[in-house]
């Protein structure tokens, strides 16, 4: 057991560190530019994003045609732990990088990845995920928006919700129902879309944090060309998997506060006259946490090991958003609690913001990217192996399926 | 980066593994709780002769001369299959003392019969009904000679010596008994895991020697715990890796409402919940397995970490893996109550969870995180 890298690796490193040392500032502990929501960061976001692009280090897995340098998994996770140490944008692009991207790798036409994918990488085209709606959330297969065939396009109607960063996207991934006839599951297919498209209407959601990362988005009438279908008709689902498939590995550790925030602000947070880490239930708060957050880290280290041994990792990392979604909740909480009254108060204190950002922030985290019970299903159907529920819309017409009141 | 055992590693846990199902290491464990007999002598010799209590016996001294993380993979498999025998005792506990802190002497007469089987032993701290510390030992030691008592000792029958952790003019120390001199009286205490016998000892003008300083004893304890809880560690996921491939396959196999329970979401939950806090508890065991191969000075925090989520762990899943058995999980008949009792004999052992996650602040603390 070591941690040490290879030779190799640490050749890699140390040119990672280089580019980046001349190139951004190292975190200092100020406020980290990652805020989804905030639209101001966006020029920034581009011009950063350019930068790797022109460098390389854009989508460094990428085959060279397409702006990366074909770099190996420990390579990619390499250049991440870098990046992370210094204080960049991050989060605009990663629904498209991270979930459009592969997509459009495996079943778009080769003309057009090399279209779309270089102005993907470098920031230039910003991608979003159309799947979720207002009746379809955790089974996503139960949408409804429909996609009729008119010679060689097709008209789209209907409304897609929870769609993140369908406001400033010059492109969409979209899955639509060509067929109610069909089962739930068979009568889908999977497009792109170009987000200018005529009956395109995106309204911002505003959310419980106060900001609007998400948007509904409105189709009406809205033509797409055939030759902007990803698979077969009718293969939207197997498309569609394959996305979500790439999400769960995108969605990964909630940011946000974590134990040493909760550590160093109960040092210096005075409660009934001593400091609050002489509480008990602070202590032992403070151990569970330590505990969850070196648990994630040494998963973490564990999925690295057999990817840098060249093995395929072992689904261990299938726990991280749900334990780091929930951590993030109680820590919010545990920090606000610590003022009593005057946590309900907004003041400039960083630390208390990050407490309340955590807060108000975490019952999404628990929601995106599949919800804490949806990803305990996934675990239990497929690490551990158990059967499936019986589903009272196996067999049956789309059209014919039980669907309340809405 | 390397977080993983290497291939020599895997295979002693392949073979260790082999060999426990081979013997019904389970059905034996079944066999001394229901028959009172506190140990299984027979599966003891073989585990002796197969090498396992010499692994980190330096060659000098005739054992393997391994290191803690072969120690680690034997652990695991002790515990999956609820092994009775006194290997933590003895291997955990006893004998990283003899290596540690004991005189040359000593080690050429101990360590030998350690790796023959000719020694066992085992350690004597706790005295009432609380948590043992060093303010609170009236064991006394003085000239050698030592009086007291001790209880819930495990393994004392089966050991021939024991580390007792007594007080004297200085401090507390750490003394060597054996214990088939003269003055010292072994009664069994009824407990609630019989496959693992406990005992009281009581010591009037025994024989004893020093090991280590006469007033730092406590300490060398502390020192010799924060080891052992990542090889109790290992012991508890292996165990809590056990309950819960139980439940999951009852939870396939067992049907109502005409179809596996397994399919009912609040059984799926569950099961879920305890694939994560064993994941959370192994992730957290290789790295206090590296800490402690190593003597990294990430030890004491490594091994706190590791300890308290391998409790948790290991209490969740012998738990609900009772509940996903329904009745049948509360009967004698099913193995479900044996993890559970064995969860909580090792959640004891070397100290409860609450004092461990203390600890692992205390350590927090220490390590001055402003």
Not at chain 1, 96 to 122: F, S
Not at chain 1, 255 to 276: C, R, Y
Not at chain 2, 121 to 126: E, F, I, Q, S
Not at chain 2, 221 to 234: P, S, W
Request: charge should be negative; include cysteine; hydrophobic fraction near 35%.
């Amino acid at each position: 057991m070591d941690f040490n890298d290879t030779p190799d690796q640490a050749k890699f490193r140390e040119k990672c560190r280089t580019w980046l040392e001349n190139n951004a500032p190292y975190k200092d502990g100020s406020a980290k530019m990652e805020s989804f929501a905030n639209k101001d960061i966006l020029k920034e976001a581009k011009e950063w994003q350019k930068k790797k692009y022109n460098a390389g280090w854009a989508m460094l897995h990428w085959p060279k045609e397409y702006g990366g340098i074909g770099a190996t998994p420990i390579e990619r996770i390499i250049w991440a732990n870098e990046e992370a140490k210094f204080n960049v944008p991050k989060g605009i692009f990663e629904i498209g990088l991270g979930m459009c991207g592969p997509v459009m790798m495996t079943y778009a036409t080769e003309e057009q990845k090399e279209r779309y994918l270089p102005p993907m990488a470098e920031g230039k085209e910003i991608w979003c995920q159309l799947f979720s709606e207002p009746s379809a959330g955790s089974d996503v297969a139960g949408l409804r928006s429909k996609a009729i065939k008119k010679g060689d396009k097709w008209v789209v109607n209907g409304q897609k919700v929870w769609t993140s960063g369908a406001h400033f996207s010059d492109f969409g991934i979209l899955v639509v129902r060509h067929d109610p006839e069909l089962e739930k599951h068979k009568g889908l297919t999977f497009f792109f879309v170009d987000m200018k498209s005529p009956g395109i209407e995106v309204k911002p959601i505003k959310q419980i944090t106060g900001g609007s990362s998400f948007n509904e988005v409105y189709f009406t009438d809205v033509e797409i060309p055939d030759s902007q279908r990803l698979g077969e008709i009718g293969d939207g689902w197997k498309v569609a998997i394959t996305t979500l498939m790439n999400e769960r590995l995108a969605v990964g550790d909630a940011d946000g506060a974590d134990v040493e925030d909760a550590f160093k602000w109960a040092k210096n947070q005075d409660n009934l006259g001593e400091p609050l880490l002489n509480n008990r239930a602070a202590r032992e708060s403070i151990a569970d946490w330590y505990c969850e957050a070196s648990g994630l880290k040494n998963t973490k280290l564990r999925t690295m090991s057999a990817l840098s041994k060249g093995d395929t990792p072992g689904p261990e990392a299938s726990i991280t958003k749900i334990v780091s979604a929930a951590k993030l909740q109680d820590i919010g909480n545990f920090g606000i609690d610590s003022l009593d009254m005057a946590g309900m108060l907004k003041t400039d204190s960083e630390n208390i913001k990050r407490f309340q950002n955590a807060w108000l922030g975490a019952p999404g985290l628990r929601i995106a990217g599949g919800t804490d019970e949806i990803l305990r299903n996934v675990i239990a159907e497929r690490v551990l192996g158990l059967p499936q529920d019986p589903r009272a819309d196996k067999g049956v017409a789309y059209k014919d399926i039980p669907s309340g009141k809405n | 980066m390397n977080l993983d055992f290497s291939n020599d590693q895997k295979f002693l846990k392949e073979e260790a593994k082999k060999f426990l199902e081979k013997e019904k290491s389970l059905s034996r464990n079944r066999t001394v709780l229901e028959n009172n007999s506190r140990v299984d002598k027979d599966l003891w010799n073989k585990i002796v002769d197969l090498g396992w209590t010499g692994i980190r016996i330096p060659e000098e001294y005739e054992g393997l001369g391994l290191g803690h993380l072969e120690l680690c993979v034997i652990a695991e498999e002790l515990g999956r299959f609820l092994a009775p025998v006194p290997f933590s005792s003895s291997v955990y506990l006893f004998t990283e003392i003899i290596i540690n802190y004991a005189n040359d002497d000593i080690k050429k007469d101990i360590l030998p019969k350690l790796v023959s089987g000719e020694v066992v032993g085992t350690l004597a701290v706790t005295e009432e009904l609380k948590a043992p510390s060093s303010s609170n030992i009236t064991s006394k030691c003085e000239n050698s000679l030592l009086n007291g008592s001790k209880i819930a000792v495990p393994d004392a029958e089966i050991a021939t010596h024991a580390i007792v952790v007594a007080k004297n003019e200085k401090g507390v120390s750490l003394q060597l008994v054996d214990l088939s001199s003269n003055g010292v009286n072994i009664e069994y205490q009824e407990n609630i895991d019989e496959s693992r016998g406990h005992f009281q000892i009581k010591f009037d003008n025994v024989e004893c020697q020093l090991i280590g300083d006469e007033s730092n004893g406590w300490n060398l304890y502390e020192t010799i715990v924060n080891q052992a809880a990542v090889l109790f560690a290992y012991e508890q996921i292996g165990g809590s890796q056990a309950a819960m491939d139980m439940a999951i396959n009852y939870a396939k196999e067992r049907y109502a409402f005409g179809r596996p329970i397994g399919s009912f979401q609040a059984i799926k939950h569950k099961l879920a919940d305890m694939y994560i806090s064993l994941t959370l508890a192994k992730s957290n065991c290789y790295y206090a397995a590296w800490a402690l191969s190593t003597n990294s000075s990430d030890l004491p925090s490594a091994s706190a970490t590791a300890r308290v989520s391998a409790t948790k762990a290991y209490q969740f899943c012998s738990k609900e893996n009772i509940q996903t058995h329904g009745g049948n999980g509360f009967t004698w008949e099913y193995d479900c109550h044996m993890f559970y009792r064995r969860s909580k004999l090792l959640s004891l052992n070397i100290g409860s969870l609450s004092n461990w996650k203390e600890k692992l602040v205390v350590g927090l603390e220490q390590s001055n995180i402003n």
